[in-house]
């Protein structure tokens, strides 16, 4: 929850080539206070079933940036694994994960939430800013 004297954040994640959440996804969360400052981790959280990390931690008063990295490769690994077994006959036609990370940053202001959902496919991620 944002204050006053903080920003708040929050982010979710659609895998659209599934059409739906993209489960276990882990997520770091990192601030910094001005662009020549350097980046302090947070903590983490990974996504539930819907796709929603519900639990990041608070900014601290001062934050102007944040950084979110969503580690992929993990999930679509998984996924790509799970899907072998319910194909044997498609073993080798799955590709390498081409974003094993996504990094963003963005700049943030006192008093404001921040909802920062990112649509993934395996080639692709798009971001934006939320309500």
Request: hydrophobic share 40%.
């Amino acid at each position: 929850m944002s204050t006053p004297a903080t920003a708040s954040v929050s982010t979710h994640i659609l895998d659209t080539s599934a059409g739906r959440p993209a489960e276990g996804v882990a997520v770091r969360l990192s601030a910094r206070s001005g662009r020549a400052a350097g980046w302090r981790a947070l903590g983490g959280s990974a996504t539930d079933a819907d796709g929603r990390c519900k639990d990041l931690p608070a900014l601290p008063e001062g934050t102007t940036h944040v950084r979110l990295d969503f580690a992929v490769e993990p999930y679509f690994e998984k996924k790509q694994a799970d899907a072998q077994q319910d194909a044997p006959a498609n073993r080798d036609s799955g590709a390498d994960v081409f974003f094993p990370e996504v990094a963003i940053t963005f700049a943030v202001v006192p008093g404001e939430h921040y909802h920062v959902p990112l649509l993934l496919n395996p080639f692709g991620y798009s971001v934006y800013r939320g309500s």
